[in-house]
């Protein structure tokens, strides 16, 4: 016997009804993003390694600790399965010179892979939807992004969710910022952990955002990059905040928000919630006006978020705002083999109509009798059984039966219909 396998670690398999639920928060981003005017676009989930090395920083933990990277066999390359899209997508806007005829709104939905410990909300391969508006300077579109991702939460019906924002300033003004901060840290060196001193000159930046508890106090007291912005970027962040004060869209101040890629610049944000325990960021983004430039194109402004397929599932999960499980229209119950070919072309022509039907199937042994297949019926969700019996066939004819008291349809008993004239009664099923 063969030995079994299994999926590698952290790395989902996912079946209905949970795939059902996956394809209906795509279809309301879908929606969302085409009133928004963004349109989708599709990346390879392999990049060269070095697009990431330049694109998120080297020492940032994704790239240090987290990625999936190997050499390609044949040609010796150095590839890495994307740990996230936004490099990608600017590489391939670059690559491929969208920006010629001016801005554009991009939004993407797929798979990410980093190599962390699995746990509830994090997982080795996990999915993400982001938007990208590459092009725009201005606040109005950073505004843009964050009111859209509230709409997005007004429409799944999410509650419990909390906007954090901060500005990063510009390369100069961070890199003032940053030596103030390492004198500090240098003359606290004995409180900071392992981790902090790892970083203390290579990313101290990143220090603010710990989550080590003995190091609250020290980090509330550094000093604070708000502090360090110039006139433009105070304007810039002021001006964000004024269009989010205009829309009623609640937000709180957060210094230490810095986010874990290094292209950042300007405004950051996160949306935020207490329900999903240490996994509490479930979309988080910002502006990156480097990183086109810093990736090898013509320098140009973007910004954008990405937000966590698997924490809003499991969000909607805590607060019951999931679907219900979604089942048929109607279940076919086929009463003998020699009738199969009648049922298909019936059920064909029902399906053409917008009606879902669920076709009771043969094996080895038979189609099974017919109070296992209305067993089978019941059990499927279908508001109506189809009955292809022996005598109804004969009769060109199909008896439709409600399984549901509470069913909504024209049909409320069980009644003949014709074989051939499906067409014209299908919408009585839907």
Not at 2 to 24: C, Q, R, T, Y
Not at 60 to 83: A, W
Not at 271 to 282: H, I
């Amino acid at each position: 016997m063969a030995e079994k396998l299994s999926a590698v670690k952290g790395m989902n398999d996912i079946f209905a009804p949970e795939s059902a639920h996956w394809e209906w928060l795509e279809g309301k981003v879908r929606h969302l993003m085409l009133r928004y005017a963004y349109r989708n676009v599709r990346t390879p989930i392999v990049e060269p390694t070095g697009l990431f090395v330049r694109g998120l920083g080297e020492v940032t933990d994704i790239v240090e600790k987290e990625m999936y990277s190997f050499e390609d066999r044949l040609n010796g390359e150095q590839l890495t399965l994307r740990p996230e899209a936004t490099a990608g997508v600017v590489r391939a806007v670059i690559e491929h010179n969208r920006l010629y005829d001016g801005p554009k709104r991009l939004y993407y939905m797929g798979p990410m892979f980093r190599h962390e410990r699995p746990q509830r909300g994090r997982y080795r391969q996990f999915h993400q939807v982001g938007a990208e508006a590459l092009g725009l300077a201005g606040p109005d579109v950073d505004a843009e992004l964050i009111v859209m991702a509230a709409d997005l939460w007004a429409e799944l019906g999410l509650t419990d969710l909390s906007l954090e924002i901060n500005s990063l300033g510009q390369p100069a003004e961070r890199l003032a910022h940053r030596q103030a901060l390492i004198a500090y840290l240098e003359q606290h060196a004995d409180q900071l952990d392992a981790d902090a001193q790892r970083r203390l000159h290579s990313n101290p930046l990143r220090i603010l955002d710990t989550k080590n508890p003995t190091m609250q106090t020290l980090v509330e007291a550094a000093p604070k990059l708000m502090d360090y912005l110039g006139p433009q970027s105070l304007a810039h962040f002021d001006a964000l905040r004024g269009l989010l004060d205009a829309q009623g869209i609640a937000y709180r101040i957060n210094p230490r928000l810095v986010r874990g890629m290094d292209y950042y610049n300007l405004s950051v944000f996160e949306f935020v919630t207490t329900a999903l325990g240490a996994q509490g960021t479930v979309c988080a983004g910002g502006r990156y006006d480097g990183l086109i430039a810093q990736i090898g194109g013509k320098p140009a402004p973007a910004v954008g978020w990405a937000l966590g397929v698997e924490r809003i599932l499991e969000l909607l999960k805590a607060q019951n705002r999931l679907p219900a499980t979604p089942a048929p229209d109607c279940y076919a119950i086929v009463a003998q083999a020699q009738g199969q070919a009648s049922v298909l072309r019936v059920l064909r022509v029902l399906r053409q109509a917008g009606v879902a039907v669920q076709m009771h199937a043969g094996g080895p042994d038979g189609l099974g009798s017919m109070k296992s297949q209305f067993k089978k019926a019941d059990a499927s969700g279908a508001r109506y059984a189809l009955i292809f019996g022996a005598s109804e066939l004969a009769n060109g004819q199909v008896a439709v039966k409600p399984l549901r008291a509470d069913a909504p349809g024209a049909i409320t008993e069980q009644t003949l219909l014709p074989l051939s004239t499906a067409s014209d009664w299908a919408a009585q099923l839907r």
